[in-house]
Nanobody
Framework: QVQLVESGGGLVQAGDSLRLSCAAS????????MGWFRQAPGKEREFVAA???????YYADSVKGGFTISRDKALNTVILQMSSLKPEDSAVYYC?????????????????WGQGTHVTVSS
């Protein structure tokens, strides 16, 4: 069982940066592909970014150039660095782990989820 705990959400202004962290309990964390998803009120959960076991990264078109995903295997942590935030980036952000070496764009392919952290970007 992998437990994921997100942190770093909050209220920021448009154009600001924010750093989200996801701490994983599993010692074999480095063997998991990790992803970040988000869900705004009234909308479906959508893919944001992912990182594979080999540290290859994937991004949604809407965040390319502004968001960066990385992982610290020694600390069992995945980071989502978000810059140039926009009001449309406001959502609950979820960290997810997939028991596979390859990342996926689909939420259905992830096995474990965190509780989410709120990000609100004011205009």
């Amino acid at each position: 069982q992998v437990q994921l705990v997100e942190s770093g959400g909050g209220l920021v202004q448009a154009g600001d940066s924010l750093r989200l962290s996801c701490a994983a309990s599993e010692r074999t964390f480095s063997n998991y592909a990790m992803g970040w998803f988000r869900q705004a009120p009234g909308k479906e959960r959508e893919f944001v970014a992912a990182i594979s076991w080999s540290d290859r990264t994937y991004y949604a078109d809407s965040v390319k150039g502004g968001f960066t995903i990385s992982r610290d295997k020694a600390l069992n942590t995945v980071i989502l660095q978000m810059s140039s935030l926009k009001p449309e980036d406001s959502a609950v952000y979820y960290c997810a782990a997939r028991g596979a070496v390859v990342a996926s764009y689909s939420a259905h392919d992830y096995d474990y989820w965190g509780q989410g952290t709120h990000v609100t970007v004011s205009s």
